[in-house]
């Protein structure tokens, strides 16, 4: 069985002048189906740079990216652009929701890229509006939303196109305790109902004990943490 993403032995190196930075050596990961993993580790370890390598949005040095046992290229710009289309849903620590368009717009963004919008996409769009408790908020512009709120559109869109896979990065990180601890619920849930793998960077441990096991990044690879199952 192929795991439904993996790397192998990945190497990322950032040119500076005086030298490469090292961030990745020799990093391996599996996610399997429906999984759910976190990655931890400290700030600067290189968590961002592993997400955006296995989601297709940078670049690694060495290795290899794999979906479903084939590996990934690269440097096929459109092949990429496609794969990461129809299989992976991002959430960032920023909403990057764009600013003119409405909440339910927004959502239906994903959807546009690929094609015409048909009533059931708009009706999933509102249906994710109403999991997320901002039905109400359908056509607010982002700026008139609250932070929380915004990062709640950011998490419905990322499962638009019913990815297999949802990589997020801190996504709760600039928002209160409480609150991101509500919306880690609204998205545990969603990936259940929609049965996606994710992968979810965080600081926040109980966070990262809602996931099936933790992984920390540590010296330029992935380990398993500490009291973690697997
Ligand atoms: N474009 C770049 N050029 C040079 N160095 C970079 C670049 N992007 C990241 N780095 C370096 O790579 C290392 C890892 O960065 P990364 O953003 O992946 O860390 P992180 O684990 O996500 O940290 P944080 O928890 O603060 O978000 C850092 O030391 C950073 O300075
Ligand atoms: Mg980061």
């Not at 019913?162 to 600039?174: H, K, S, T, Y």
Request: aromatic share 6%; glycine share 10%; with cysteine.
């Amino acid at each position: 069985m192929h795991s439904l993403l993996a790397a192998r032995n990945l190497d990322k190196g950032f040119p500076r002048a005086g030298g490469e930075v090292a961030v990745l050596q020799g990093c391996d990961f599996r996610l399997a189906e429906g999984e759910a993993v976190a990655v931890m580790g400290a700030s600067g370890a290189g968590k961002s740079t592993l997400l955006n390598i296995l989601g297709g949005l940078d670049t690694p040095t060495a290795g290899q990216v794999l979906s479903n046992g084939a590996e990934l290229a690269f440097d096929d710009h459109k092949a990429m652009a496609e794969w990461r289309s129809r299989g992976v849903g991002f959430i960032f620590q920023f909403h990057f929701l764009l600013p003119d368009f409405t909440a339910l717009e927004n959502l239906l963004l994903p959807v546009r890229t690929r094609g015409k919008v048909t009533d059931a996409d708009r009706q999933r769009a509102l249906d994710f509006l109403t999991t997320m408790e901002l039905a109400d908020r359908r056509d607010h512009l982002p700026g008139e939303l609250s932070g929380g709120e915004q990062q709640r559109v950011a998490i419905a869109r990322a499962f638009m196109n019913r990815p297999r896979i949802v990589l997020a990065d801190e996504p709760f990180g600039n928002l209160d305790h409480e609150i991101g601890r509500r919306l880690g619920d609204m998205l545990f849930q969603l990936r259940a109902t929609e049965r996606t793998s994710l992968v979810i960077v965080t600081h926040d441990p109980q966070l990262a004990a809602r996931a099936d096991r933790t992984l920390v990044l540590q010296d330029k690879r992935l380990l398993p943490a500490e009291g973690s199952l697997r």
